[in-house]
């Protein structure tokens, strides 16, 4: 039986109290694989260097905001989800990163019950996503 691989899971805040929080969370319920960056603008470079399978993304940071990161991410990395964690409570910041690509928008302090059963949902849609790709480059045009 193949090792199940774990998803590698990017944190993106600059609250060092909230990304342990939401690291202890994801460690305690088995994710194993986890970074975090404190700082926008190193956000793409991470990427640009290590695969990730989700990004947890505040909108609040120094030097870039997390809106136009989001648009970043989305137009580079479409198919990694961005799942928005923020104090943010405005619907129409939250409408707009939804049409900019995110998967889903939590609100700080986020819960245990609304953050594993997101991620878990992200990380589902995303390897179908993938399966649908492969079949269709697997399947000869008619």
């Not at 774990?6 to 088995?30: K, W």
């Not at 994710?31 to 190193?42: E, F, I, K, P, V």
């Not at 923020?86 to 900019?100: G, H, L, Q, S």
Request: hydrophobic fraction near 45%; charged fraction near 20%.
């Amino acid at each position: 039986m193949p090792a199940v691989v774990q998803p590698n899971i990017l944190i993106v805040d600059d609250d060092p109290i909230l990304t342990e929080y939401t690291r202890a969370i994801l460690e305690n319920n088995g994710y194993g694989r986890l970074a975090s960056c404190n700082d926008g603008r190193r956000v793409m470079n991470l990427l640009a260097r290590e695969a990730f399978d989700i990004i947890l993304l505040d909108l609040h940071l120094p030097h870039v905001s997390g809106q136009s990161l989001l648009q970043s991410i989305h137009e580079q990395y479409p198919d990694i989800p961005v799942v928005i964690i923020t104090i943010e409570d405005i619907v129409d910041v939250a409408v707009e990163c939804m049409k900019a690509g995110a998967f889903d928008f939590l609100l700080k302090p986020v819960s245990e019950n609304r953050l594993l059963p997101t991620i878990q949902h992200a990380l589902t849609i995303r390897e179908l996503r993938s399966r649908v790709t492969q079949l269709e480059e697997a399947t000869p045009n008619w």
